[in-house]
């Protein structure tokens, strides 16, 4: 067998891999018919994808970044993604990934498993061609941390190292797009000095695991109540199951296209941590258009301009609400406490002196109908009983002749 023929058949081989793990894996987790999550394989890595998206996936539809480029692309944040590493050889990242830092030492760069460079891309993919989705922060920096062994397990000692790495490379975003189910006093504090240097961290909650058919686990970081918990939604608007105290803070599209960690072609992607780099991506335009604001004060426009759930109220696997991106971004002054701002995307309207309310104008004109209808009532009877003296005297063409 010739060497070309090799490459071909390992291609094929890897495609297979990964689409096997794509359909097996728990689609449940956004919603009936969602994609599957990130690609999960082991033994291999990712490679290029045959196919190259041409239209705008659903979840950029619904966030319509292209109405606050104009505002801001995220130009000067840096978003860590704390995962497998990011392929700095993805067309779509040109220039935008850091050397970044493996835990065990060296960059992280490359990434063999494909799952972190799909949610850098969501977060900051550049336009290649006008060819597929555009990340939401298509100006931000893209500083990988990779944390997984060589087995690409994590553990909480080593998820607690790549925060500590990502807060000292000084990134203003962190995006742990996975967890561990057993929290350690390393872990915690590893996410307190984060928020100590004001570093806003967003995590995807844990959207699968459950035993029996029943909600996963409690996930950390994201069960921190300093941590923004990310869970996703589905096109049918469905939320991904999570535990009742998972801490949910927030949901956000759990569906997209993710980018390969070669080549122009994109993979289908799903999940919780699909949503969490969504926000992330939002985070890194709020960042750059408001650079004034603390971690906690970008939360809290992430959090009060969500659209509400139907009803109202908090809701265990959405939150407060659903991530709008425009809302978080362009809001002027989000309220402090009581539900979100509704806010549209759109042109400014220049305000104008309100009139009087409705009910004021029913009332105006049901007062208005009652002395006419006195008056009309007054001119009658003096026409038929008054002496002619008190009636009003006649207009000259009405007196007889």
Known sequence: MTGAARRRRAAVVGMLLIIGVLVAGPARATGAGEPPPLPTTTGHCVGPSPVTARETPWALRLLAPQAIWPLTRGAGVVVAIVDTGVSAAAPALAGAVRAGVDVAGGRADSDCAGRGTALAGIVAARPTSGVGPTGLAPDAEILPVRITDPNRRISPARLATGIRLATAARADVILVATGVTTTTPDLAAAVQAAIDRDVLVVAAVSDRGGENGGDPPVGYPAGFPTVLAVNAIGVDG?????????????????????????????????????????????????????????????????????VPAPGGGRDPRTGGGTLDAYAAVAALAPRQAGPPVPITAGPVAVPTVPGPSRAARVAGLTALGALVATLLGAAALCTRRAPRRTCPPARPENVPG
């Open 238 to 306: 469905r939320a991904g199951p999570v535990a009742v105290d998972a801490g949910t803070d927030l949901a956000a599209p759990g569906a997209g296209l993710g980018i390969a960690p070669r080549g122009a072609g994109h993979y289908t992607v799903g999940g919780a941590a699909v949503a969490a780099a969504y926000v992330a991506g939002v985070a890194a335009l709020v960042r750059a258009y408001r650079p004034e604001l603390s971690q906690a004060e970008v939360r809290a426009r992430l959090e009060r301009t969500a």
